[in-house]
């Protein structure tokens, strides 16, 4: 074979996708729309002002990574409701169990997927923190 | 026993046995709502519905029907199914399925049953029920809204507690439980309801939202209160006691607790345990090392003639034999427990009429009984749970029940019992007058007649007859006669009488005096016979068996602190006593306590005589530790522990085990070792071990060798008119001063009172919750006061619990003191 011919070819394909539309994502200038069905960080739902969670223990009782951490507390109501909902995130999978198992819809998974962090306590997202992703 | 076919099984039954249990028997599982085994068959829930071919394949309740020779029962067939289905649903009909936030999800049975029934929706529709909440009490909740009307909270209040706080109310879809005048709950709050609701309408509030049922570890205990010996079923989660979890097959009370066993398990995680050793240094009690602290306690304690022991009835049975051989080898013989006469009734009473000091009784003989004699209907107050045997002995059994206290109770309205209320401090005097009315109506068993010191005992007792102590008990002559002639013609008949710090009249006198009347009328031994002795503590019997008392030259607990204030004793060693709050005569204690060279105290928590200590070591509760109890009746059983020791603390068996090693003696480092010697020193231990005392436990072998003695008797000191007679007690709520830390019984009984008669409240004009002052020969308090009816007049009842106003500023440890009473 031509020696040259490999190097042709080569140079064709590089030629090419010059006038081609890149294949790559300009991140983070340029963002994924990602899937509604996307399982990144967690959200609190609310309903009235108040989270819909009644810290059931669903959640933490299906988690296979044993990440979620909730405490009940009873209100001025004798409600219950979650006193303490944490999430650490290093340890969680994004199996979407919580959302399955949740009785009363109070929790989803949103899209957010940029969870890095430079230290440790920043990846335990508190009640407030999820109540905050609207 | 009866042959049926259950199931194409050919299954045997007792004769008396329901399908159901029959089935349960033959491991067998028939759905059921509405039973538990304690409570009679009811029949509400229609779920255990079982075709019986003899009755021409009808759908019958198997709670319901008994066994017949023959039949042959098929549980499950397309129809049952059908019809379970259908009941599931008319009860889910009107149950909210508020599951998620309810806390019996997950432990649920109308839960359980309508998964494996797979009921995922309703044929059916209705509106749910509004019914108000009950919130009014803390420590349980109504939601009448969950209820699903099987009846076991009416039927345990009434069957076994006989209480009868619940009932049906209204008729038909309006039908629902509730109180009296459909009000609030105000009850004993033993929570028996609450154990056996089937669903969440019945909640125990302490442990409301703690956790989820399946979050937590299930593990066996032992109650450390009283003496009754109760098993525990402990929900653990995270190293932390949470609740107590009911089991229908634990025990021989069958999983009933009482208000403290079931709702005063707080103490364990009390936030205000001690964690780490604290010593005295500069007038301060600051934190230290346990070397330093063991080093300090060794070489205080190292001589012996002037040190002095006292421990708590608390301890396990290792722990006091242990305690006893540091004692020994230091060379001391001042070592006692329970205030030194709490126990005497046992230790000097039943040994030397009985010839060992145990009971000759056990609590399984209650329901086998014909007749009981209770002294002081106080037994219900201290050993609660020994009180619902005599309710359902009395109420399911037939037995008679006769009692014999210094004011009414509880006991005294179970249906047919008779109460002789006489003046206090004339118990041995009464129970001597009935001996000797054994004797005049010629009712003495052979046995007893043939004792060689029969003669002369009758000869003694004859100052004692029921005309003579007629006055001074205050009970008629014929009274007396009449439960005399009650007690010797039953077939079978038992004595049960507390003891404890509160009852000093309960001591050996009594003991003997009560053991006579037993010789007299032969009934020391035999099933449903014999004398039961209910100790105050979790392990007084046990304290009693390994011999932590004084013998010879010992001083006894009081003794001790005479002897320190004669500067015999410089040195005291308090495991988990708190004897300024508890034993009589607080400026006395507190007197000696500074008097005191050294104190060290181990202790859960930072009491009123820790402030006294030098040297304050944290000790572990019986949830943190491994051992035996031997509780009334000789009933060893083995624990062991459910969570981690609480901080830096540590088990007396570990504090005492590194002192006798610091000290120069040797001794066994795990309380496996030492129940083994004791297995083979104590005759009545013989042979136990930890793998065979297993989850029933044991019985002591007690050998009775009776012997007529006449017991010193003092005629009452007859009050002054305008005196009262100071009786301390036990409350239902409390046991001991433990109970103090304990959420639940501090919710329904935070603080002392001074009970009085109604009479003499509108003689003085004393209202409920009036201020009324309080003044002995030893001091002077002021008390809420109580109005009630089971007092007699000239009686004045002070619980003992209560560290805040504690009853022994003006109680010097009489069985009665005289006490004026002003507002």
Not at chain 2, 482 to 496: P, Q, T, V
Not at chain 2, 632 to 641: D, E, K, L, R, T
Request: glycine share 8%; with cysteine.
């Amino acid at each position: 074979m031509n020696p040259f011919t490999p190097i042709i070819k080569g140079l064709k394909i590089t030629l090419d996708h010059l006038f081609k539309k890149p294949v790559t994502r300009q991140y983070p200038t340029e963002r994924p729309k990602v899937s509604p069905r996307f399982r990144g960080l967690h959200a609190l739902n609310m309903s009235h002002d108040k989270a819909k969670c009644v810290a059931c223990y669903l959640c933490p009782t299906v988690c296979p990574a044993k990440c979620i951490t909730v405490e009940a507390a009873e209100d001025a109501n004798h409600d219950k409701y979650a006193a303490v909902y944490e999430i650490d995130m290093i340890r969680c999978i994004f199996c979407g169990y919580c959302v399955e198992a949740c009785p009363v819809d109070a929790i989803r998974m949103t899209g957010e997927f940029e969870l890095a962090n430079y230290r440790r306590e920043d990846f335990i997202y508190t009640k407030e923190r999820l109540l905050e992703k609207k | 026993m009866v042959n049926l076919t259950i199931d194409n099984r050919q299954v045997t039954a007792p004769r008396n046995a329901t399908i159901y249990e029959a089935a349960k028997i033959n491991g067998i599982h028939i759905p059921i709502l509405c039973h538990d085994n304690k409570l009679k068959p009811f029949g509400a829930c229609r779920m255990c519905l079982v075709e019986v071919e003899q009755m021409k394949g009808r759908q019958i309740p198997a709670c319901t029907t008994p066994v017949t020779e023959g039949m042959i029962v098929t549980t499950s067939t397309p129809d049952i199914i059908k019809a379970r289905k259908l009941v599931l649903e008319l009860l889910l009909l009107n149950h909210p399925l508020d599951c998620p936030v309810c806390d019996k999800g997950g432990d649920c049975d109308l839960q359980n049953l309508s998964y494996d029934y797979k009921i995922s929706s309703n044929r059916f529709h209705d509106q749910k029920f509004q019914h108000k909440i009950d919130y009014n009490n803390p420590l349980i909740e109504r939601d009448m809204n969950r209820c699903i009307l099987c009846g076991k909270c009416v039927r345990i209040c009434d069957e076994i507690v006989s209480f009868g706080a619940l009932t049906f109310i209204g008729r038909g879809i309006e039908t629902k439980i509730g109180c009296e005048f459909d009000e609030a709950l105000n009850c004993e709050f033993c929570g028996s309801c609450v154990s056996v609701c089937p669903v969440g309408a019945l909640l125990a509030r302490p442990f409301k939202f703690k956790a989820r049922f399946w979050a937590m570890e299930k593990k066996r205990s032992i109650c450390g209160y009283c003496g009754t010996g109760c098993n525990l079923t402990l929900g653990v989660k995270e190293g932390k006691v949470l609740t107590t979890v009911y089991d229908e097959n634990q025990g021989f009370h069958r999983g009933q607790l009482c208000v403290r066993g079931r709702f005063g398990y707080q103490f364990i995680n009390n936030e205000k345990r001690l964690k780490k050793p604290l010593i005295r240094k500069n007038g301060a009690l600051v934190e230290c090392g346990w070397d330093e602290a063991l080093q300090l306690a060794a070489s205080k304690i190292r001589n012996g003639s002037e040190t002095a022991a006292i421990a708590t009835p608390r301890l396990t049975n290792e722990e006091f034999f242990l305690f006893r051989k540091l004692m020994k080898g230091i060379g001391s013989e001042n070592f006692d427990h329970a205030a030194g006469y709490a126990h005497k009734a046992l230790t000097s009473g039943f040994a030397r009429s009985l010839g060992s000091a145990a009971s000759t009784a056990m609590v399984n003989d209650i329901q086998k009984s014909d007749m009981l004699l209770v002294i002081k209907t106080d037994s219900y107050e201290t050993h609660p749970v020994i009180g619902f045997e005599i309710n359902i002995a009395v109420k399911d059994k037939g037995v008679k029940l006769n009692i014999v206290s210094d004011k009414n109770g509880k006991l005294g309205k179970l249906p047919g019992a008779r109460t002789f209320v006489h003046l206090p401090g004339s118990e041995t005097l009464l129970i001597n007058a009935l001996c000797s009315s054994v004797i005049k109506q010629k009712l003495v068993s052979s046995t007893a007649a043939s004792l060689p010191d029969f003669k002369e005992y009758a000869k003694g007792i004859e100052a004692f007859s029921p005309e003579k102590a007629a006055s001074l008990c205050g009970i008629s002559p014929e009274e007396i006669n009449s439960l005399a002639a009650d007690f010797a013609s039953s077939k079978k008949a038992m004595i049960l009488f507390p003891t404890g710090v509160a009852y000093p009249g309960h001591d050996s006198e009594l003991a003997t005096a009560l053991a006579n009347l037993a010789i007299l009328a032969g009934k020391v031994e035999g099933e449903g016979c014999g004398l039961l002795c209910l100790p105050e503590k979790n392990n007084s019997q046990g304290a009693v068996d390994t011999g932590f008392y004084p013998t010879g030259k010992g001083l006894d607990a009081l003794s001790v602190f005479d002897a320190i204030e004669d500067g015999r004793i410089k040195t005291l060693f308090l495991a988990g006593e708190n004897p300024v709050v508890s034993y009589p005569d607080e400026a006395r204690i507190k007197r000696a306590l500074e008097k005191l060279d050294f104190l060290v105290l181990t202790t859960l928590f930072p009491t009123e005589t820790a402030e006294y200590a030098d040297l304050v070591l944290p000790a572990s509760s019986y949830a943190e530790k491994e051992g035996t109890f031997t509780s009334a009746g000789g009933h060893v059983q083995y624990f062991a522990p459910v969570i981690p020791k609480a901080g830096d603390s540590r088990t007396d068996f570990e504090i005492i085990s590194s002192l006798i090693k610091l000290t120069g003696g040797e001794a066994a480092s795990n309380p496996s070792e030492i129940f083994a010697e004791i297995a083979s020193t104590l005759d009545g231990y013989a042979g136990m071990t930890y793998e065979n005392l297993g989850e029933n436990g044991a019985f002591t072998a007690v050998k009775t060798r009776p012997a007529l003695i006449l017991p010193q008797t003092q005629a009452p000191a007859l009050r002054k008119p305008e005196e009262f007679s100071l009786v301390t007690g036990a409350l239902l709520y409390h046991n001991g001063t433990l109970s103090q830390f304990g959420e639940g019984p501090m919710h329904v009984s935070p603080e002392s009172y001074a009970e009085i008669s109604r009479k003499d409240a509108s003689r003085l004009g004393i209202k409920e919750n009036d201020t009324i002052t309080l003044t002995s020969d030893s001091g002077s308090m002021q008390l809420a006061a109580r109005v009630s009816l089971r007092i007699p007049e000239g009686v004045v009842f002070i619980p003992n619990h209560f560290s805040a106003n504690p009853v022994n500023a003006i109680w010097s440890g009489k069985p009665v003191t005289p006490v004026a009473l002003s507002r």
